[in-house]
């Protein structure tokens, strides 16, 4: 069965260093996400991706996020300059046209 | 915004009915999902409401009253492995961007 694959599974970076997050979505898929989850807390939102643009973004995803989608199959979140309190399970989902949005299983990042 | 509120845990008897209840306040309103989460893993889906009633999937029934802005996810037959963190989310757009309830942990005991 297609899944959302993610890499690293974990990442520890230190303050103000600059991560890379990798997705890659299931193949036939059409909208991608990106939502994080701070330990012990809710899933947020954090971008939508569609058509090869940003659809939408909550007020998390500031201008130290990025998203890119360089080829035809890798999804990226990246943080520009890392604070502690970015250090959440991230977690990229797509979906094809339905409902469903299908998970990845995250990536733990750990800024010290 | 989006603000959902759910019941922060529940414990039910294994082979019992357990029921999960959300109420909602959006700017927007598309429909109302739900998803599990074991610890340390991943969202997974279990169902989708768009309009008011009763969707059933297997062990698992979903409710939605738009009206009330309210929505319960049911699980009947409970068994062991359904002890989990329960999310219901709403999506107000196409683009099916997900707002997360503050989530339910379920534990089944024997």
């Known amino acids: 069965e297609p899944e959302v694959t993610q890499t690293p599974s974990h990442q520890v970076t230190q303050m103000g260093q600059e991560v890379i997050l990798r997705c890659v979505p299931i193949s036939n898929?059409?909208?991608?996400?990106?939502?994080?989850?701070?330990?012990g807390q809710k899933v947020e939102f954090l971008v939508s991706f569609y058509n090869n643009e940003i659809s939408e973004k909550s007020e998390i995803f500031d201008d130290q996020f990025s998203v890119e989608r360089p080829d035809g199959s890798n999804f990226t979140l990246k943080i520009r300059s890392t604070k502690l309190e970015d250090s959440a399970m991230y977690f990229c989902a797509s979906r094809k046209t339905g409902d469903e949005q299908y998970f990845g299983p995250g990536t733990r990042l750990t800024v010290t | 915004g989006q603000s959902l509120e759910q019941p922060s845990e529940v414990t039910a008897v294994e082979g019992a009915i357990v029921q999960i209840n959300c109420t909602y306040q959006t700017s927007g309103f598309y429909g109302l999902s739900w998803y599990q989460q074991h610890d340390g893993g991943a969202p997974t889906f279990l169902s989708y409401n768009a309009l008011d009633g009763l969707e059933e999937t297997g062990r698992f029934s979903s409710f939605l009253s738009r009206s009330d802005s309210y929505g319960y996810l049911l699980l009947q037959e409970l068994q062991m492995k359904d002890s989990a963190s329960y999310f219901c989310a709403t999506s107000n757009t196409g683009a099916n961007n997900l707002f997360f309830g503050t989530g339910t942990r379920l534990t089944v005991i024997p």
């Open chain 1, 29 to 39: 898929h059409l909208y991608f996400y990106w939502y994080r989850q701070i330990l």
